[in-house]
């Protein structure tokens, strides 16, 4: 069964920092790409960033360029999101998804596997 679980979502005042982690069990993920994602209450679910199987492609949203910065550990079955200079805007559920990298772009909105989603709030 695959499994991704989120970590290290949490409460920060703006213009601070968090590690966001994601740990991906149940099957290989070296073929993998993998991203992150994030619901604000009363908003649709947006892509904030992904990073392709090999980690040498990545995507960002405009928003958070500069910002956060995405990576996978060297067995590719893990991904973080660094969040540095965090805003307000910036609240919401994270969740982390992966999909094949043969299935479409980074930029698709076709992900195979789901987290449950870590919070993020940003207190101003």
């Known amino acids: 069964q695959v499994q991704l679980v989120e970590s290290g979502g949490g409460l920060v005042q703006a213009g601070g920092s968090l590690r966001l982690s994601c740990a991906a069990s149940?099957?290989?993920?070296?073929?993998?790409?993998m991203g992150w994602f994030r619901q604000a209450p009363g908003k649709e679910r947006e892509a904030v960033t992904a990073i392709s199987w090999n980690g040498i492609s990545t995507y960002y949203t405009d928003s958070v360029k500069g910002r956060f910065t995405i990576s996978r550990g060297s067995a590719r079955n893990t991904a973080y999101l660094q969040m540095n200079s965090l805003k307000p805007d910036d609240t919401a559920v994270y969740y982390c998804a992966a999909k094949p990298t043969t299935s479409g772009p980074l930029t698709s909105r076709a992900w195979n596997y789901w987290g449950q989603g870590t919070q993020v709030t940003v207190s101003s």
């Open positions: 149940g099957r290989t993920f070296n073929s993998y790409d």
